[in-house]
């Protein structure tokens, strides 16, 4: 009923077929022939032809009142689309475990605000199985996490690469044996155990030793349980626990061994009461990524979101 609707519009503005054909560059005859089918889908004449100019019938005006609110809402919602590829407005939600919401995306997230401080942000932690699911339903569009997820159903954006180490109370005598292979908080920070001349330490050295591990069906403690059997070793743990950085504070205080990413480590406050080592093993190395969903319309938001995490991590590498 409104398809044609612009046609319409001109004729009632120029009060003739031929200047508005005119202004349109169309014939009057074809000008003509769609307004007759737009008449003739309403059941109704818009015009009274037999003036000059044209005159508006009363069903005319109503239709032309009509065509006007449909202009003024296309004006506004072109508006805020406008307003939403230069970042003057719309929402934004990222969401991470607890590593990456409480020490890497505040940074990101300050940034971004200053950037563009008129885009609503809102910031989801949770489990890994908690954010997928706020992730497929719409409510989170970001998610940063180092967990491979179903690619079916997600995009992904490479973020990082990271690398398991382990850390070991100082106060362990087994340090001592170890101790050509020992990194401290700073050399970690620094990029040490990424060199290629810096070795793994046998993991034999510490079967001994208590361990704090991550509970099961978690990517941290299926990684550390192939680690651990291909060095040959069958931990003795002491203490399972759900977050990464709950395990390393436990270790911090001389409770067990566990295995922290250099992640956090970068963000976490030097502790001389620990060592760390590195670890030869292709599962200690894992990438980081942000997730959303596959054949969900992808934002300037997002996109900016995303390049500036990049930039971010670049310049704290």
């Known amino acids: 009923m409104f398809t044609n609707m612009n046609y319409v519009y001109e ?16 014939s009057q005859p074809a000008l003509s022939a769609t307004v007759k089918k737009v008449e ?9 032809r037999s003036t000059s100019p044209v005159r508006l019938t009363e069903c005319g005006k109503k239709y032309i009142k009509m065509v006007e609110k449909i202009m003024e809402m296309e004006e506004e919602f072109s508006g805020y689309v406008s307003n939403l590829n230069e970042l003057s407005t719309g929402h934004l939600s990222v969401g991470g475990t607890y590593l990456f919401s409480a020490y890497v995306l505040p940074g990101i997230l300050k940034r971004f605000q200053e ?16 954010l997928e699911e706020k992730l497929f339903s719409g409510e989170l569009e970001l998610l940063m996490d180092n967990y491979s ?8 954006r490479y973020v990082k690469k990271e690398h398991l180490l382990l850390a070991v109370p100082a106060g362990f005598t087994s340090n001592a044996a170890a101790k050509s292979w020992s990194l401290s908080a700073q050399e970690i920070q620094n ?8 070795y793994g330490v046998p993991l034999r050295m510490f079967e001994d030793d208590p361990f704090v591990l991550l509970r099961e069906h978690n990517d941290t403690r299926e990684r550390v349980e192939g680690i651990c059997k291909r060095a040959g070793i069958a931990p003795k743990v002491a203490w399972k626990l759900d977050q990464i950085l709950t395990a390393y504070h ?35 190395e894992r990438n980081v990524y942000f997730y959303y969903r596959r054949n969900k319309y992808f934002t300037r938001s997002m996109a900016e979101f995303m390049k500036l995490a990049s930039l971010e991590l670049e310049e704290d590498s």
């Open 149 to 156: 997820m179903d690619e079916e159903l997600y995009e992904k």
């Open 40 to 48: 003739k889908k309403i059941g109704v004449a818009l015009f009274d």
């Open 191 to 198: 990029g040490v155990h990424k060199k290629t001349e810096t």
């Open 115 to 130: 950037m563009y401080p008129n885009v609503e942000l809102s910031l989801i932690e949770g489990h890994t199985s908690q």
């Open 250 to 284: 436990l270790t911090e205080r001389g409770m067990g061994i566990s295995f922290i990413s250099d992640t956090a480590l970068k963000y976490l406050p030097v502790n001389p009461n620990v060592y760390y080592y590195k670890i030869d093993d292709p599962d200690a």
């Open 11 to 26: 004729v009632y503005k120029e009060g003739s077929f031929s200047k508005a054909a005119a202004k349109l560059f169309i």
